[in-house]
T-cell receptor, first 111, second 114 residues
Framework: KQEVTQIPAALSVPEGENLVLNCSFT??????LQWFRQDPGKGLTSLLL?????REQTSGRLNASLDKSSGRSTLYIAASQPGDSATYLC??????????FGSGTRLLVRP | DTEVTQTPKHLVMGMTNKKSLKCEQH?????MYWYKQKAKKPPELMFV???????INESVPSRFSPECPNSSLLNLHLHALQPEDSALYLC?????????????FGQGTRLTVV
């Protein structure tokens, strides 16, 4: 059974810092990996999608990497801003289109 | 348009009520999902529909009954719920087949069972 783990569970950083969020998964037979952002009480916003054949994706200050063989992904946020404060979730999709989430990292960027 | 629309945004229902949650997307996605999310927890998969057919049921109690009337709509019918069913219910959709399978989520329905 696929298990997805995210570390750290929570992170507090001063504005301007570069930071890395980690995601690991137990079954490497994934179709893709997706990073989401969730603000309190809201839905999920898709940040980056990495297909299983890809190694990384970039969008603005965000960069996500995927190492399928080792079951790991990282989300790199450059020059963090208070508006980046949210919960970040990674999710893996398997061949049956099941999307399984990690427990998330709660990020606070202090002004 | 990458929007998934869920209605209602908030719902309060008694344990003997029957209500329905609605989800709509017009992206041509042929996979649609229902998730349940409790406070400070990640979303938990409930159901997956693929080409309008139920493909995955994660052992969800029968008081939750999904329905996919067409490729754009997904409903979740609720009956005889318990207070512990109070949660944020999220709908999502994604493409099927070849190519990127990016999933998009709605803003959710906040359900309170009293």
């Amino acid at each position: 059974k696929q298990e997805v783990t995210q570390i750290p569970a929570a992170l507090s950083v001063p504005e301007g810092e570069n930071l890395v969020l980690n995601c690991s998964f137990t079954d490497s037979a994934i179709y893709n990996l997706q990073w989401f952002r969730q603000d309190p009480g809201k839905g999920l916003t898709s940040l980056l999608l990495i297909q299983s054949s890809q190694r990384e994706q970039t969008s603005g200050r965000l960069n996500a990497s995927l190492d399928k063989s080792s079951g790991r992904s990282t989300l790199y946020i450059a020059a963090s801003q208070p508006g980046d404060s949210a919960t970040y979730l990674c999710a893996v999709m398997d061949s049956s289109y099941k999307l399984i989430f990690g427990s998330g990292t709660r990020l606070l960027v202090r002004p | 348009d990458t929007e998934v629309t869920q209605t209602p945004k908030h719902l309060v229902m008694g344990m003997t009520n029957k209500k329905s949650l609605k989800c709509e997307q017009h992206m041509g996605h042929r996979a649609m999902y229902w998730y349940k999310q409790k406070a400070k927890k990640p979303p938990e998969l409930m159901f997956v529909y693929s080409y309008e057919k139920l493909s995955i049921n994660e052992s969800v109690p029968s008081r939750f009954s999904p329905e996919c009337p067409n490729s754009s709509l997904l409903n979740l019918h609720l009956h005889a719920l318990q207070p512990e069913d109070s949660a944020l219910y999220l709908c999502a959709s994604s493409p099927r087949g070849e190519g990127p399978t990016e999933a998009f989520f709605g803003q959710g329905t906040r359900l309170t069972v009293v």
